[in-house]
T-cell receptor, first 109, second 114 residues
Framework: GQNIDQPTEMTATEGAIVQINCTYQ??????LFWYQQHAGEAPTFLSY??LDGLEEKGRFSSFLSRSKGYSYLLLKELQMKDSASYLC??????????WGAGTKLIIKP | TAGITQAPTSQILAAGRSMTLRCTQD?????MYWYRQDLGLGLRLIHY???????GKGEVPDGYSVSRANTDDFPLTLASAVPSQTSVYFC?????????????FGPGTRLTVL
């Protein structure tokens, strides 16, 4: 079956660094996506990885290991506005996204 | 640019009634999707359309139907609503189907079936 696992909730301090992990099992694999979703709002695209390694986009970075079925999202210099849910999604062989349940990130001052 | 719009924003519906959730995009994207989001679960694909005139079933299609008469509109119809269809529904689109590209989401419709 297809499965995406990520922690339900994490807490971090403003200004710190946090890493949100995601493991996936899909029928085929075409890429790993990260989305941000603030409470009551729509998901918005953050990044995707196709090849192994780290992709950096400002304060956010995403890492992929295809052999391990593993990805993480790294958020640096945390700000209060980063309080949100972070959704991991793997694109399967049919180019459909299989979504994790999301990780709720709570930022404390 | 509006991007993707959905209507209504929220709705309370009596069980057994029918309803159509509307979705319109102005980005001329080929592919469109309907998801439902329930607490503790990931987004689940209901139906999708790779291009105007074609539709396909996702993970949870039962009780829902869609049509794609043109590029911009992708309505989702519940023929006879049941309480288990209480959820937040998101419409999304992507420029192309069956390639690696990001999906853009509408603001969602919160549906309660009583």
């Amino acid at each position: 079956g297809q499965n995406i696992d990520q922690p339900t909730e994490m807490t971090a301090t403003e200004g710190a660094i946090v890493q949100i992990n995601c493991t996936y099992q899909t029928s085929g694999f075409n890429g790993l996506f990260w989305y941000q979703q603030h409470a009551g709002e729509a998901p918005t695209f953050l990044s995707y990885n196709v090849l192994d390694g780290l992709e950096e986009k400002g304060r956010f970075s995403s890492f992929l290991s295809r052999s391990k079925g593993y990805s993480y999202l790294l958020l640096k210099e945390l700000q209060m506005k980063d309080s949100a849910s972070y959704l991991c999604a793997a694109m399967d062989s049919n180019y459909q996204l299989i979504w994790g349940a999301g990780t709720k990130l709570i930022i404390k001052p | 640019t509006a991007g993707i719009t959905q209507a209504p924003t929220s709705q309370i519906l009596a069980a057994g009634r029918s309803m159509t959730l509307r979705c319109t995009q102005d980005m001329r994207h080929n592919a469109m999707y309907w998801y439902r989001q329930d607490l503790g679960l990931g987004l689940r694909l209901i139906h999708y359309s790779n291009t105007a005139g074609t539709t396909g079933k996702g993970e949870v299609p039962d009780g829902y139907s869609v049509s794609r008469a043109n590029t911009d509109d992708f309505p989702l119809t519940l023929a006879s609503a049941v309480p288990s269809q209480t959820s937040v529904y998101f419409c999304a689109s992507s420029q192309l189907a069956e390639v690696l590209n990001e999906q853009f989401f509408g603001p969602g419709t919160r549906l309660t079936v009583l």
